[in-house]
């Protein structure tokens, strides 16, 4: 079964760029039962605790550390 963890978004206004990504790690799921996330109503939602029960708590670190080393040239 897929179900989705996570989101990515791109607004883009008057020449400027806007993006984020946001992802499911231990969240209140049911939240989700009367909407429809992306528009994909073939699919779940889920987090990664449901997916895999371990400890997140430096999920931001890694997320940060890895995203600023695919910055540097």
Do not use: M, R
């Not at 989700?32 to 987090?47: A, E, F, H, L, Q």
């Amino acid at each position: 079964n897929i179900e989705k963890v996570a989101a990515i978004g791109l607004k883009i206004s008057k020449w400027i760029a806007y993006h984020g990504f946001a992802i499911n790690i231990d969240n209140d799921l049911s939240k989700y039962k009367n909407i429809i996330p992306c528009g994909i109503s073939d699919k779940g939602v889920t987090n990664l605790t449901e997916v895999n029960a371990q400890n997140y708590k430096n999920l931001k670190d890694i997320i940060i550390d890895n995203f600023i080393k695919n910055l540097e040239i």
